[in-house]
């Protein structure tokens, strides 16, 4: 299936959505005029992104989601958001902690490997952690509003929300361990990623295959963001490296040294974040799976 052209599997099944009508020719016109007739995609300056970014970053961080009861309230709040947008939240209960997640399916039929897009919801005591990980959170629900409206998918994303990082990657293991290996194409997790006080735009991507670390440059000249390689593990991706998966990870200039000074403070509160830095990371990862569901 792979080895067709988004062309040719066009050609093949009926491509066509909400999407169409979107021509736009600046950033976030996907295609560009050689898109085939109906897979246009939609565009990445949605019209929707900074509000529904903010607002949904303004209810996950009104409070921490470190206990039992707090990561219940959070995991609520993102399984309606998900279903919202005309998906079937589903979720993997884990002892100690249970993670959400959707898949959108694709719409080409074939056998394509799934790709993952995740991003851990809760924070340790006492933080709201606005940026730490209520950023990468909405980015992963933005990422699931724009995949429904781009009419053509050669792959299944599936969107997931991951419980107790901060305690030990514990959500995100157990998400690991329930998939195959060999059915993923691809695990791309967000971590702290609406911090950026130099005003620069870069971002880093965190132990990336070759593959990956390709993928997302392109995307960044797409979108126009200056991305740094590093080797950094310890959150999320790093439970899928460690059982085979081909993982990588977007965050702030953490190794740079242009990261959130409130980490895991209560100070990382939805007044320090940076929304215009957030909205690039939502444009960037976006621009990382449409692509990949345009091959
Ligand atoms: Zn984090």
Redesign the pocket.
């Known amino acids: 299936m792979r080895a067709l052209s988004f062309g040719a599997l066009c050609a093949l099944v009926a491509c066509g959505g909400p999407g169409d009508s979107d021509v736009d020719g600046g950033l976030g016109d996907g295609m560009g005029p050689d898109a085939p007739p109906g897979c246009t995609r939609p565009a990445l300056a949605a019209p929707w992104l900074r509000s529904q970014l903010t607002g949904d970053l303004g209810q996950l961080a009104a409070a921490p989601r470190a206990t039992v009861s707090q990561r219940n309230t959070a995991r609520t709040y993102l399984a309606a958001q998900l279903q919202a947008i005309g998906l079937a939240p589903m979720t993997q209960d884990y002892p100690g902690g249970t993670n959400v997640y959707a898949t959108i399916p694709a719409t080409m039929g074939g056998t394509a490997k799934e790709i993952i897009v995740g991003a ?1 919801f809760d924070t340790v005591t006492g933080s709201p ?1 606005a940026n ?2 209520a950023s ?1 959170s909405v980015v992963v629900l933005a990422i699931a509003r724009y995949l429904v409206d781009v009419p053509c998918r050669s792959a299944p994303v599936t969107v997931a929300l991951f419980d107790q ?2 305690t030990g990657l514990f959500g995100a293991r157990a998400f690991a361990q329930a998939r195959v290996v060999a059915n993923v194409r691809a695990v791309h997790t967000i ?2 990623v609406a911090w950026d006080s130099d005003g620069d735009h870069r971002f880093e991507i965190e132990s990336p295959t070759p593959a990956l670390e390709a993928e997302w440059r392109a995307a960044a000249q797409v979108v126009g963001v200056p991305v740094t390689a590093t080797t950094t593990q310890g ?1 999320d991706h790093e439970a899928f490296r460690d059982r085979g998966y081909a993982a990588v990870g977007l965050t702030e200039e953490y190794v740079g040294g242009d990261t959130s000074p409130y980490r895991h403070l209560a100070g990382d509160t939805p007044a320090t974040v940076n929304v215009d830095y957030l909205v690039l990371a939502a444009q960037l990862t976006a621009q990382v799976v449409i692509a990949e569901v345009s091959e």
Do not use: L
């Open positions: 851990h952690g730490d990980n990468g990082e901060e971590d702290q959150t």
